[in-house]
């Protein structure tokens, strides 16, 4: 996308945004200006975060300016907790209340409403102080895909995608309904989390020949996750007993003439 699809065009009030975004704005009344001047309540229009923890939603503001695209992703690079440090008074306490709702909503991996803001042009010419003079709600979610120790944090606009993923993880990122149909097939049940730990194990290549898995179009390498002893035959759902195959040796695991010799050859390689 084009990175000036994101930048500001017309003057929003905060409150407004905030509203939008599905915060409680009632308290904005609680001051001498009452309900008629609550856009301006300086306890709220001035914060750079926004958080509602009954439901989960979090709103920050952003800067236009500071966003960048990587690989076709707009995300953004921040660390609160070093910026505090050159602050004082109430600009110190907005960099720790905002660095607090980042490390909520990376902690419950939700999602972030976005104000988007940008300075008056003409204001950015005299160098005077920055000022937010156009702001408008960015309708896509924004994620946390990283959160340092340090405090460096990276946002990322749109949903989150693993860095692996197997031939059932499709399924979890777009769910299709098919047809019913009547089948007599047993199946059994996979553990998500033991699939993801083999994966990462793996990171990105074959745990067999080492051949490095293919891109798929969402961006995650792909690999086939492979219970070594079949759980039909009372394998267990471990990662000690499930392996990542590239899809030419994952058939091969189930087909070849030399299927049975291969569980011994996958079960000291995940030994080592």
């Known amino acids: 996308m084009d990175l000036e699809e994101l930048r500001p065009t017309s003057h929003r009030k ?14 904005w009344a609680n001051f001498k200006g009452g309900a008629e001047k609550a856009s301006m ?17 979090f709103v920050l503001n952003l800067w236009f300016d500071n966003c960048e ?19 004082k008074g109430i600009q110190k306490r907005r960099a720790f209340n905002m660095d607090f709702s980042l490390q909520n909503a990376a902690r ?5 409403r976005v104000i988007m803001c940008d300075e008056n042009p003409k204001l950015k010419k005299l160098d005077t102080k920055s000022n937010a003079d156009r702001r408008f709600l960015d309708p896509i979610n924004w994620y946390i ?3 340092g120790d340090n ?31 009547e089948t007599t097939t047993t199946s059994y049940s996979r553990s998500k989390a033991v699939r993801e730990q083999v994966l990462v194990r793996a990171d990105g290549h074959c745990e067999y020949c080492g051949v490095r898995g293919f891109k798929t179009k969402v961006g995650s390498l ?10 039909s035959e009372g394998g267990v759902d471990h990662p000690n007993n499930v392996i990542a195959l ?14 049975l010799e291969l569980r011994s050859v996958f079960l000291e390689k995940i030994g080592q």
Not at 41 to 57: L, T
Not at 157 to 162: D, E, H, S, T
Not at 247 to 258: G, I, K, M, Q, V
């Open 14 to 27: 905060i409150i407004e945004l905030v509203e939008e975004a599905g915060i409680d704005i009632s308290d």
């Open 41 to 57: 309540n300086p306890k709220y229009c001035y914060e750079w975060s926004f958080e509602e923890r009954k439901n989960n939603i």
């Open 69 to 87: 695209i990587i690989d076709g992703i707009v995300i953004q690079q921040l660390n609160l907790r070093s910026e505090a440090e050159e602050f």
């Open 108 to 112: 419950l991996n939700a999602p972030i």
């Open 145 to 147: 895909k990283k959160y």
């Open 151 to 181: 405090g460096d944090c990276l946002l990322q606009r749109g949903k989150l995608v693993p860095a692996f993923i197997d031939q059932f993880s499709f399924r979890e990122l777009e769910p299709i309904q098919p047809e019913k149909q």
């Open 222 to 231: 792909y690999l086939e996750s492979h219970h070594i002893t079949p759980l």
């Open 246 to 259: 590239c899809p030419n040796h994952h058939r091969e695991a189930h087909y070849s003439e030399s299927a």
